[in-house]
Structure formats: C-alpha cells, structure tokens
C-alpha cells in the first residue's frame, strides 16, 4: 500500500506543475512568427536537368519579361505566379549565395533574383518536382543554374529613343529575342552570312561597337534548340552563332534589358535573333580564292581556279601594263569581293585605270591573267622578264622595276647617274623601298645610334621574312641584331627605308644625301665586304 500512495503522489504533483504553466493566457510567452529562412537547393528533373527549388522541392520560375532589374508580373499574375522570397538565404551544394539578391518590387513586395532574374513559383504545381510552369506562354521557364542565355520578351527601344516594332517600324510591340544569362541582347548583322563574319576587322578595332559574343554553350530555354547553335573562328577567337548568324552585342547596351542596337545606324540593320529568324544565306561563291601549287605554295585564283598576277612596274597605285599589254595579261575585275578562307576582303580594293577601266587589287597591286595559262592552276606566267608573279598571300617582300627618282626630283639610272632607266630592287609587300648603306659592312649596321635617334632618318627593316618571289633567293637574306631589335639583311647589307619616301613607290633615298650614298637592293647586288 506504501508502494502505490507514493505513486500516486508522484502523478499528481506532476500534473499540478503542467496546469499551472498552462493557467492563463495573460500568462503566456507570444513567440514572434520566424522569417522564412528556407534554403534554395539544386534537385534534379529528368527532362531538364538540374533546376532551382525551394527547401522543400518546390520548383522555382523566371519571367522573360523581367529584363530590367526588376519584376513585371503584378497584380493578377502574382495569384498565378507567387512570389518567392528569402529573407535569410542559404544556398544548397552546388549554388552561390553570390548569385542572389533581393529586389524591392513595384508593388512594395520583396522577392528573391538569381543571377538578376526574379523567382516564382507556380500556382499549378501540386508537389514537389512538378514543372508544369515549364515554356507557359513562351515567357516562363524553370529555374537553372546553367544557362547560358535567356529568351526575354520586352519593348524594343533604339538608341534613338523610339519604340520599335518585332518588323523594326515604330510602334509599341512585346518582342521575344535571346539574350545573355546576365540579360544582354543579342543581335545579328544583315551584312553576315551563313558562319560568316563580315563585320569584326582583323585587329578588332571595331569590336567596341559591336563586340563578338563569346560564350561557351550550356543550358538554354527549352523553347531554343541547341542545334541552332554553333561557333566560328574569327580572327582567332571563338564567336557563337545562331542558325548560322554570328551574334554580336551592342556596345551601347550598358544596363541590363537595354536593345539600343536594333535603331543603330539605321533600323533592321542589326536585327535581335530569336525563333522566327530565319537561317542566314549562304555565301556567295568566292570570287578570289587560295589554291595550293605544289611548286610556289598557296596562290590567288579567281573563282574557276585560273591564277592570278602582280604586275612589278605597278609600284604607284595604279597599273602601267595598257594597251598592247592587256592582251597577254588581262584585267582581273570583280564588282563585289567574296573572298576564301585564308583571305580578308579588307586587303582588296578597286582602282581606276588610266584608261578607264576597273581592277581589282590586293594589298595595292593590282591583279591579272595571263594569256597563256590554259587551264585552270596553270602558273606560266611566273617570273615572265623578272616582272611578272603569281600572286600570294603571304609575300613578305617584292621584286619592283621601276624608274629611280631622287629626293632632287631628278631621274637616275641603276648606276646613279642622272638619267631614264627602269630598274629592278626589293621593296616590302606595301610598296616601300629598301635601301642599303655603302659604309656598312658585312652583317654589321654602321649608321644606327645605340638610341636610335637617327632612325626616323633611316629606319631599319624590321619584318620577319614569308615568302619573296622566285627571282630572289632566301639564302641571301638574314637579319642582324641592332641595339636589341631585329634588322633584316640582303646578301650581309643591312636594310633600311627612307624617312622621306611618304608615297607608295617612293625611292628618293638614292640620291639621299648624294647619288649612290644609300643604293636600293636587287640581284645585281654584291656581297657586303668584311
């Protein structure tokens, strides 16, 4: 009996301390509500891959039209897409707090971004996992963490000022077009064609105004496909291309969602890209072109392979082969240069003829046939009189005839007296004439200060040596050093331009300061002396 009292003792002190905590509500501790701290965390879907959820796997959505740092679904749209916030955020594996933000929006609500595009959920998804939201309108789509781009929709608003219609007329219009993960739209050139870059210079001078977009491909919107992607090479650099079109951005667009570029210089010159452009055309045929001889290496030829000429007396910007001429070498013209791989149209250009008559040139000389070549790849008329050459890419040098005109505007011979001769020297492949000092030695630059304030007087030659035309030989050149930079030399003469010599052509420096003092160079040239 002892036993049991004590029992129930215990039970009911026990129950008289649970009662007196529960007394009263006056009593009562009021615990405030805890802000939502839930996690966002990668889950992975097996159509989509990895994608964005809240704690409890709850799928995470962003809005293409949220291009501007903030969010444009208000009012009705947030009962179909709530909003998802968190106040304290704590990324799951795989993610980084870095990538997201807070935004207040519009109607005074915060919301959660990632990577600067706002998060929502979907009012349709039932249970954790569910995508249904995916692609809804072609404006919503699931969260991921590895986009590369976005397809956005928004006004387009030039850099004009104006509003722009999806056709690039004025008006007010919602246009979809893709643009960068960090929201920056993506254009292409109307001048481009299929995998062809016909804009980006070869020093990338102009990639300010509209700078390649240089991106590795990733994930995309399910709306997009991948296989309307790809990459070309563009003077050394990889841009990515969308049916064929290489993308650009628009130097312009400094804040997020801006589409300045589509009024720039004038509107539909540099259209957006999205599912309604059209493949870009295909390249014309090439007009020029390298083909590869077995005996002088990569050669210009026109479109049917017929080898193309330089001309060497062509030293002045302009032809001399007229009349009679033209019959065994005639004019190479193209109205509109499409060129190869291996070629930049930069490098040509069209001169007038002194007889009227249109050619094309390249890199300043003018281009030929020869009469006698019969067939396509025939090279007959390399080295005809030590003036004709197949045409190359990659001289370094020429082989000019020309007649030598002093700084004294008087006329001189090969001999350095005053009178008409044409005669033959080396000149670099822009037309510049090369000259040699009769005080220099063997392998040895007597004239150049160890500063080099004389050489804007007498500049060195400083080019690294490719290909030269067959009537010259590459065991007769070299180079030297100078004061630590790199001269090139012809038969042991160290080389050097004239200062004054400002025109294509130019060879005042053989009279320079008097007749012989500076010869040009060519195959008559003898050894320098030890």
């Not at 491909?217 to 079109?245: A, E, K, M």
């Not at 030695?441 to 007597?446: I, L, R, V």
Request: glycine share 8%.
């Amino acid at each position: 009996m002892k036993k049991n009292n004590t029992k129930s003792t215990f039970f009911f002190i026990a129950l008289m301390i649970l009662l007196q905590s529960c007394s009263s509500d006056d009593d009562a501790t009021l615990v405030d509500p805890q802000p939502n701290t839930s996690t966002v965390q990668l889950a992975n879907n097996a159509t989509l891959g990895n994608i964005l959820t809240d704690a409890e796997g709850k799928s995470l959505y962003f809005f293409s039209r949220d291009t501007k740092d903030t969010s444009a679904c208000l009012g009705g749209c947030v009962d179909v897409w709530p909003i998802f916030y968190a106040e304290n955020l704590s990324a799951g594996t795989g993610l980084n707090t870095a990538d997201f933000a807070t935004i207040t929006r519009t109607d005074g609500q915060l919301q959660t971004t990632y990577k600067g595009w706002p998060l929502y959920y979907f009012a349709n998804d039932n249970a954790a996992g569910d995508t249904n939201g995916e692609d809804v309108n072609n404006v919503w789509y699931v969260a991921k963490p590895d986009y590369s781009l976005m397809y956005a929709q928004s006004q387009l608003v030039g850099h004009d000022g104006n509003n722009y219609t999806s056709t690039y007329t004025l008006g007010d219009e919602a246009t979809s077009y893709i643009v960068s993960i960090g929201g920056r739209t993506m254009y292409t050139f109307m001048n481009d064609t299929r995998n062809t870059n016909n804009f980006t210079n070869a020093d990338f001078s102009n990639n300010g105004v509209w700078p390649i977009v240089e991106i590795t491909l990733d994930q995309i919107p399910s709306i997009l496909n991948n296989d309307d992607f790809g990459t070309i090479d563009v003077h050394g650099r990889t841009q990515l291309t969308y049916r064929g079109w290489p993308l650009y951005y628009f130097g312009q667009d400094t804040v997020r969602g801006e589409n300045k570029g589509i009024s720039f210089p004038a509107p539909g010159v540099w259209p957006i890209a999205n599912v309604n452009t059209e493949m870009a055309p295909m390249p014309d045929s090439p007009t020029v072109q390298l083909s590869n001889d077995a005996a002088l290496g990569s050669i210009l030829t026109d479109a049917d392979g017929n080898t193309l000429y330089f001309f060497s007396r062509d030293t002045k910007d302009t032809s001399v082969c007229l009349g009679g001429c033209l019959n065994a070498w005639p004019i190479f013209y193209t109205e509109n240069v499409s060129v190869a791989t291996g070629l930049n149209t930069a490098d040509f250009a069209t001169i007038t003829r002194t007889d009227g008559q249109l050619q094309t040139t390249y890199k300043g000389w003018p281009l030929y046939y020869f009469a006698n070549d019969s067939a396509a790849g025939d090279t007959n008329g390399e080295d005809v009189n030590s003036v004709w050459y197949v045409a190359k890419p990659d001289y370094s040098l020429m082989y000019v005839q020309s007649q030598l005109v002093g700084h004294d505007g008087n006329n001189y011979t090969s001999t350095y007296t005053v009178g008409d001769e044409a005669t033959s020297y080396i000149v670099d492949i822009e037309g510049k004439t090369m000259y040699t000092f009769m005080n220099d030695t063997n392998n040895t630059n007597n004239f150049t200060n160890a500063d080099f304030s004389n050489n804007g007087v007498w500049p060195i030659v400083e080019i690294t040596l490719d290909q030269i035309p067959s009537i010259l030989n590459n065991g007769d050149f070299g180079t030297i050093d100078v004061h630590g930079r790199t001269q090139l030399t012809y038969k042991g003469w160290p080389l050097y331009y004239f200062g004054q010599d400002a025109a294509r052509g130019d060879n005042k420096g053989i009279s320079f300061p008097a007749p012989g003092v500076w010869p040009i160079a060519n195959v008559n040239t003898t050894a320098a002396p030890n």
